[in-house]
């Protein structure tokens, strides 16, 4: 059964984006994490234009972050406070992430760039997450959790003006570095096509300190509200949000993280996390190998969206 | 006596009268001689020209037969009587919904001949254009720098067909000569494709020739420039039919379908029909939104995703308790 999507302008097996969907979701399920890392890499090798499979995703991001919210303010596990300032962040690093896309779109180098954003962060995590995860297991007592680590240790950035008092994290920092932590993930969520939860959760417990059990929620809480915002300014900026794309990946997604969480209860989480490090290592050499290998074609046409 | 004379007077006259057709003759004669002159100093006239136009090298000699060209065509067409074509395509307007995965159309037409002893249809020959609404584009070469390929050069076209997929009866090489296609825009080469305004006068031809191959081969690639060498087939003595191949990524606007007819080389007549590609139902609404109220569409893919999200939230719920 084909479909034919609106803005991507090309006619698609819906069920295959279905899969695609589903797998995802089932791995986002699994892991716990947001689908935009490995969700916008796929779309860009089954051939969606790169600007519209990062501003799609934006959408879908937004779908898939607002029930893990939803579930963890119900838990009280969101700090609003420090939420919003990440969020004021946030907006303000994806209004510079808009912009840019659209002028390394216009320059012809936004999949290079796109490409490379996914070579340097998808290795630099994998790479980490795999060290952690070996080390975790060759530690049969695995009492140190690195994710478990919490003090009140002071660092250069408790030296910062500005300061709030955050009561739920029970922090009282400067709020330059949460701004500046949700500015640049917003920053990589409008030009990735991610949520960003991978950065901002080692962010917020190595930099911040926040404490572990408010993190995910609160980074829950601020990506829903980002990635809509971004999902919005990728649709005035340059029109790169395919709503029919959009939900067919969200009906899989939704459908494949529900079978990914009855999964995950079955492993250990240093196994989960081996096989997350692995299968980010993976999308990392296949997108790094298109950059390196010989191009079967050198030339290539170039999108002009809204030149109609 | 007076018979004699009136006889004489007769014989003088008839004499006369028959002395005056000889004379008739040679006039007539001469106007022949001087004709032929005036032939042969034409003839010498165009040979001199003609041999300082191929010493004034090649380029000269086009410039000199395209003039004259246009002047003998009619000549010709007048010699064989007026042929016209006429030609329809099977559908006018084609939806472009959300099942739209590619079309087909055929177009059809017939050969009018004047005169009833009218020769074979396999003197005569058709080439069938179809081409989509000109669009700009740009094209872009991969470069290895340190090891990266990397988008570096780039060439713009201001107009480029979206779609052109050409039929014929046999190939178009045969058809007519490379300047008469070229002067009707017929076939990859000489279809309009016209450079933006500030790449000219930058690049070398060379370069510029292979962008504009680049453009053909990535078209044809994709099936959005096809042709299709005996595509045309003559049903019976005038008809002729051709099919044509939408695909699913068709640029959505109008189809221009020209319809050209040769015999010898010459064009005889041409037709121009037209097809419409709309979006229809959901896709057009959609795709209005997305480009003309962005705004209201990202919202509503927002509002989208977030009841999606609810939705899931509320079946998650459900099923944990």
Same mark, same amino acid.
């Given at each position: 059964?084909?479909?034919?999507?609106?803005?991507?302008?090309?006619?698609?097996?819906?069920?295959?984006?279905?899969?695609?969907g589903?797998?995802?979701?089932f791995?986002?399920?699994?892991?716990?994490?947001?689908?935009?890392?490995?969700?916008?890499?796929?779309?860009?090798?089954?051939?969606?234009?790169?600007?519209?499979?990062?501003?799609t995703?934006?959408?879908?991001?937004?779908?898939?972050?607002?029930?893990?919210?939803?579930?963890?303010?119900?838990?009280?596990?969101?700090?609003?406070?420090m939420?919003?300032?990440?969020?004021?962040?946030?907006?303000v690093?994806?209004?510079?992430?808009?912009?840019?896309?659209?002028?390394?779109?216009?320059a012809?180098?936004?999949?290079?760039?796109?490409?490379?954003?996914?070579?340097?962060f998808?290795?630099?995590?994998?790479?980490l997450?795999?060290?952690?995860?070996?080390?975790?297991?060759?530690?049969?007592?695995?009492g140190?959790?690195?994710?478990?680590?919490?003090?009140?240790?002071?660092?250069?950035?408790?030296?910062?003006?500005?300061?709030?008092?955050?009561?739920?994290?029970?922090?009282?920092?400067?709020?330059?570095?949460?701004?500046?932590?949700?500015?640049?993930?917003?920053?990589?969520?409008?030009?990735?096509?991610?949520?960003?939860g991978?950065?901002?959760?080692p962010?917020?417990?190595?930099?911040?300190?926040?404490?572990?059990?408010?993190?995910?929620?609160?980074?829950?809480?601020?990506?829903v509200?980002?990635?809509?915002?971004?999902?919005?300014?990728?649709?005035?900026?340059?029109?790169?949000?395919?709503?029919?794309?959009?939900?067919?990946?969200?009906?899989?997604?939704?459908?494949?993280?529900?079978f990914?969480?009855?999964?995950?209860?079955?492993?250990?989480?240093?196994?989960l996390?081996?096989?997350?490090?692995?299968?980010?290592?993976?999308?990392?050499?296949?997108?790094?190998?298109?950059?390196?290998?010989?191009?079967?074609?050198?030339?290539?046409?170039?999108?002009?969206?809204?030149?109609? | 006596m007076?018979?004699?004379?009136?006889?004489?007077?007769?014989?003088?006259h008839l004499?006369?009268?028959?002395?005056?057709?000889?004379?008739?003759?040679?006039?007539?004669?001469?106007?022949?001689?001087?004709?032929?002159?005036?032939?042969?100093?034409?003839?010498?006239?165009?040979?001199?020209?003609?041999?300082?136009?191929?010493?004034?090298?090649?380029?000269?000699?086009?410039?000199?037969?395209?003039?004259?060209?246009?002047?003998?065509?009619p000549k010709?067409?007048?010699?064989?009587?007026?042929?016209?074509?006429?030609?329809d395509?099977?559908?006018?307007?084609?939806?472009?919904?959300?099942?739209?995965?590619?079309?087909?159309?055929?177009?059809?037409? *017939? $050969?009018? =001949?004047?005169?009833?002893l #009218?020769?074979?249809?396999?003197?005569? %020959?058709?080439? /069938?254009?179809?081409? !989509? &609404?000109?669009?700009?584009?740009?094209?872009?070469?991969?470069?290895?720098?340190f090891?990266?390929?990397?988008?570096?050069?780039?060439?713009r076209?201001?107009?480029?067909?979206?779609?052109?997929?050409?039929?014929?009866?046999?190939?178009?090489?045969?058809?007519?000569?490379?300047?008469?296609?070229?002067?009707?825009?017929?076939?990859?080469?000489?279809?309009?494709?016209?450079?933006?305004?500030?790449?000219?006068?930058?690049?070398?031809?060379?370069?510029?020739?292979q962008?504009?191959? *680049? $453009?053909? =081969?990535?078209?044809?690639k #994709?099936?959005?420039y096809?042709?299709? %060498?005996?595509? /045309?087939?003559?049903? !019976? &003595?005038?008809?002729?039919?051709?099919?044509?191949?939408?695909?699913?990524?068709?640029p959505?606007?109008?189809?221009?379908?020209?319809?050209?007819?040769?015999?010898?080389?010459?064009?005889?007549?041409?037709?121009?029909?037209?097809?419409?590609?709309?979006?229809?139902?959901?896709?057009?609404?959609?795709?209005?939104?997305?480009f003309n109220?962005?705004?209201?569409?990202?919202?509503m893919?927002?509002?989208?995703?977030?009841?999606?999200?609810?939705?899931?939230?509320?079946?998650?719920?459900?099923?944990?308790?």
């Open positions: 059964m084909t479909l034919y999507l609106p803005i991507a302008e090309m006619s698609v097996n819906i069920f295959v984006f279905l899969g695609m589903c797998a995802v979701g791995l986002s399920g699994m892991f716990g994490v947001g689908a935009g890392f490995l969700m916008t890499p796929l779309l860009i090798f089954s051939g969606i234009p790169a600007v519209v499979a990062v501003g995703q934006a959408a879908q991001n937004v779908a898939s972050s607002i029930t893990g919210a939803i579930a963890q303010y119900r838990r009280r596990n969101v700090d609003v406070k939420g919003v300032v990440l969020l004021a962040g946030g907006i690093g994806s209004l510079i992430g808009v912009q840019i896309v659209k002028i390394l779109r216009e012809g180098q936004f999949e290079l760039f796109v490409s490379l954003s996914y070579v340097t998808l290795g630099i995590i994998g790479a997450m795999l060290t952690e995860s070996l080390n975790t297991m060759r530690q049969a007592h695995a140190k959790s690195v994710f478990g680590r919490s003090s009140g240790q002071h660092s250069w950035i408790h030296g910062l003006p500005f300061k709030i008092r955050f009561h739920r994290s029970k922090l009282y920092i400067s709020a330059i570095p949460p701004l500046m932590i949700g500015a640049f993930v917003g920053f990589l969520g409008a030009i990735m096509g991610v949520g960003g991978f950065i901002m959760v962010a917020m417990i190595y930099l911040l300190r926040i404490p572990t059990n408010v993190v995910v929620g609160t980074s829950l809480f601020q990506i509200f980002v990635t809509g915002v971004t999902a919005i300014l990728h649709a005035t900026t340059n029109q790169a949000v395919d709503i029919v794309l959009a939900l067919v990946l969200m009906i899989g997604g939704v459908i494949g993280a529900q990914g969480a009855a999964a995950s209860e079955k492993l250990r989480g240093e196994q996390r081996a096989m997350l490090a692995g299968l980010v290592l993976l999308v990392c050499l296949r997108i790094a190998w298109n950059l390196i290998a010989p191009p079967e074609e050198l030339y290539s046409i170039g999108r002009m969206l809204g030149g109609h | 007076r018979i004699l004379a009136t006889r004489t007077t007769k014989s003088h004499f006369d009268g028959s002395n005056h057709s000889p004379f008739c003759l040679k006039v007539q004669e001469q106007r022949r001689v001087s004709r032929v002159f005036l032939g042969l100093f034409l003839l010498g006239m165009a040979m001199v020209s003609q041999e300082a136009g191929a010493l004034a090298g090649p380029k000269e000699q086009m410039r000199k037969q395209q003039p004259e060209l246009p002047s003998l065509k010709i067409v007048r010699d064989i009587g007026k042929e016209t074509v006429e030609a395509v099977s559908t006018h307007s084609i939806a472009v919904t959300s099942g739209f995965s590619g079309t087909k159309i055929v177009i059809f037409g *017939a $050969v009018n =001949r004047p005169f009833p #009218a020769p074979d249809p396999s003197v005569y %020959d058709v080439i /069938v254009a179809v081409e !989509g &609404k000109s669009e700009p584009l740009i094209v872009r070469k991969k470069s290895n720098v090891g990266l390929w990397i988008n570096l050069g780039s060439l076209f201001e107009s480029t067909p979206s779609y052109y997929t050409m039929a014929s009866t046999r190939p178009i090489s045969q058809i007519a000569d490379g300047s008469v296609l070229e002067r009707h825009q017929i076939g990859f080469e000489h279809v309009n494709m016209t450079l933006s305004r500030n790449a000219l006068g930058i690049r070398s031809r060379k370069e510029i020739t962008y504009q191959k *680049a $453009v053909i =081969r990535l078209k044809r #994709a099936h959005l096809q042709q299709q %060498d005996h595509g /045309v087939k003559f049903i !019976g &003595k005038s008809l002729f039919r051709s099919s044509f191949d939408l695909p699913a990524d068709v959505v606007g109008p189809l221009k379908a020209s319809i050209y007819l040769f015999r010898d080389g010459n064009l005889l007549a041409q037709f121009t029909s037209h097809v419409e590609l709309r979006r229809e139902g959901l896709q057009r609404w959609l795709y209005d939104m997305a109220y962005p705004l209201f569409y990202g919202l893919a927002v509002f989208f995703a977030t009841i999606a999200g609810l939705t899931a939230s509320a079946v998650f719920r459900r099923k944990s308790v």
